[in-house]
């Protein structure tokens, strides 16, 4: 029996596009899940930015997801990414919307 989908892909999954649709109006593409489970977010999402984008930018992905979808939303950029797992010890999974 296989296991069940994490109820954060499932919802990632299925906003997937609206996702990419309020990532891409702050200045940053290709939005990916992170499997980082924190109690204050439903989802983490690892966006890689498109010129230079600043901290408001990212500010307002997470309040444009919230207020849009009602999807509490952590994001983090590859550099941030990176540091985050290399500190940790450990690289959590990353999947494609």
Same mark, same amino acid.
Do not use: C
């Given at each position: ?35 980082? *489970? =924190? ?8 966006? /890689? %930015? ?8 990212? #500010? $307002?992905?997470?309040?444009?997801? *919230? =207020? ?8 983090? /950029? %590859? ?8 500190? #940790? $010890? ?8």
């Amino acid at each position: 029996m296989g296991s069940a989908t994490p109820n954060w892909i499932s919802l990632a999954q299925k906003n997937a596009e609206s996702i990419r649709r309020i990532v891409r109006a702050h200045k940053f593409d290709d939005p990916k899940v992170v499997d980082y *489970e =924190d109690p204050k977010y439903a989802v983490t999402l690892l966006i /890689t %930015p498109v010129g230079q984008p600043s901290l408001l930018d990212m #500010a $307002g992905i997470m309040n444009d997801l *919230e =207020d849009e979808l009602h999807i509490k939303a952590f994001v983090v /950029t %590859p550099d941030s990414f990176e540091a985050t797992a290399t500190a #940790a $010890g450990s690289r959590p999974k990353v999947f494609s919307l």
